[in-house]
Antibody, heavy 123, light 111 residues
Framework: EVHLVESGGGLVQPGRSLRLSCAASGLIFDDYAFHWVRQAPGKGLEWVSGINWNSGSLDYADSVKGRFIISRDNAKNSLFLQMNSLRVEDTALYYC????????????????WGKGTTVIVSS | QSVLKQPPSVSGAPGQRVTISCTGSRSNIGADYHVHWYQQLPGAAPKLLIFGNTNRPSGVPDRFSGSKSGTSASLAITGLQAEDEADYHCQSYDASLSAWVFGGGTKLTVL
């Protein structure tokens, strides 16, 4: 069974940085692409960023482009999200989600999710 | 504001049938991108419910079904059970935004 565990969230001031991690188990990690998806309090889901199996293809939502960087370490079965220049509107529960493919193709879906890690941006 | 539009809430009595709509546009659902549905139980992470418009992952009861037509999609739940009470989210891809997009989510209440 696929198991995804996010970590690294916390309370941070606007303008500061935070690095989220997602540890994966129960799968051959480098067979799959991954996304980060967030959910602000009381709101719907929002796609943040995606990465294919070998980091050769990266995608970002316009709301985070230029501020967030997605990466992965296949040797450590881990996914990361470096979040810089954080804003109050980045406050959310951040989920790591596995894609049912090695590539981040529009048609593909997210077939496993972690429980999320909470990021609060506040002064 | 979410790119895909869903009703904020729906409700039904046990045993009844409910549907949840997901309305998009010509740049997402209408551009023939697949629609997927996720169930989010209270306090839990989303779980894949329907993929590729109409397909159920292994383990999802056949009480759940998906459909798509034009710029909209729907999730139908028959034989409503108390355990179905959850938030339901639709998801597709938007070519204009070059982004994976979600609906705002629909809270299902079982009366």
């Amino acid at each position: 069974e696929v198991h995804l565990v996010e970590s690294g969230g916390g309370l941070v001031q606007p303008g500061r940085s935070l690095r989220l991690s997602c540890a994966a188990s129960g799968l051959i990690f480098d067979d799959y692409a991954f996304h980060w998806v967030r959910q602000a309090p009381g709101k719907g889901l929002e796609w943040v960023s995606g990465i294919n199996w070998n980091s050769g293809s990266l995608d970002y939502a316009d709301s985070v482009k230029g501020r967030f960087i997605i990466s992965r370490d296949n040797a450590k079965n881990s996914l990361f999200l470096q979040m810089n220049s954080l804003r109050v509107e980045d406050t959310a529960l951040y989920y790591c989600a596995k894609v049912a493919s090695a590539h981040i193709v529009p048609a593909h879906y997210m077939d496993a999710w972690g429980k999320g890690t909470t990021v609060i941006v506040s002064s | 504001q979410s790119v895909l539009k869903q009703p904020p809430s729906v409700s039904g009595a046990p045993g009844q049938r409910v549907t949840i709509s997901c309305t998009g546009s010509r740049s997402n659902i209408g551009a023939d991108y697949h629609v997927h549905w996720y169930q989010q139980l209270p306090g839990a992470a989303p779980k894949l419910l329907i993929f590729g418009n109409t397909n159920r992952p292994s383990g999802v009861p056949d009480r759940f079904s998906g459909s798509k037509s034009g710029t909209s999609a729907s999730l139908a739940i028959t034989g409503l059970q108390a355990e179905d009470e959850a938030d339901y989210h639709c998801q597709s891809y938007d070519a204009s935004l070059s982004a994976w997009v979600f609906g705002g989510g629909t809270k299902l209440t079982v009366l």
